[in-house]
């Protein structure tokens, strides 16, 4: 097995490791929540290293095409559904800001999935890259968020409000741009929905 697809499995295993420290209440001052946030980070950077390394040294694996993509939704799907969870992102809004972006995640993996069957590959486009990475900035600042509500540290009303504000902000974008590129990755390849013609 090669260093990429290594990475992407690192990067699986991280995952239960996040969520433990992230809901482990009894750590005081809110140092799981940080150690989740650390681990997220981590994570992402795996991503980042895995496709660079797999294209600059030709270690693209069907393994890795499979697997790379289901480990980024499993790293950012289970930071989602934690501050939705444990209410950092405030209800309804969290709810439907999840159902959003899981299910934009849903459709374009079956037209992905539609298109491989008709032998065309799909490829990301621009707009879905904008969108992973402000969801990329937005989730470590939420679960930074999730800190300071839980660290019993006393922190200014100003700074909070601040992160308050720039965590919805972000949120709010990535799933405005959530829409968009979903919108437009249907227009995009609606071909693939088509029946083929009977010869």
């Known amino acids: 097995m090669n260093l990429p697809n290594k990475l992407t499995i690192f990067r699986v295993i991280l995952i239960p490791f996040m969520m433990f420290f992230y809901l482990a209440d009894f750590i005081p001052y809110g140092i799981g929540k940080i150690v989740a946030l650390v681990i997220f980070v981590v994570g992402a950077l795996t991503d980042l290293l895995d496709g660079k390394i797999a294209r600059k040294y030709n270690l693209v694996t069907n393994f890795g095409k499979f697997l790379d993509p289901i480990a980024d939704k499993m790293l950012t799907s289970t930071v989602f559904f934690l501050i939705v969870a444990d209410g950092t992102i405030p209800h309804p ?3 439907i800001m999840v159902t959003i972006i899981i ?3 849903f459709i374009v993996s079956a037209l992905r999935l539609i298109a491989s069957s008709k032998g065309v590959v799909l490829a990301a486009d ?10 990329m900035i937005a989730l470590p600042i939420s ?9 019993g ?14 965590t919805y902000v972000l949120l709010a974008l990535a799933t405005l ?6 919108v437009n990755y249907l227009v995009k390849n609606r071909n693939c929905l088509k029946e083929d013609e009977k010869k």
Do not use: H, N, P
Request: charged share 15%.
């Open 93 to 95: 809004w969290g709810a």
């Open 126 to 135: 621009m707009c879905g890259k904008v969108k992973t990475t402000v969801q």
């Open 153 to 166: 540290f006393a922190f200014a009303d100003w700074f909070v409000l601040t992160v308050e504000i720039v």
């Open 177 to 182: 741009l959530t829409i968009i590129s979903g």
């Open 143 to 151: 679960l930074f968020l999730a800190f300071v509500y839980t660290s």
């Open 103 to 105: 299910s934009r995640e």
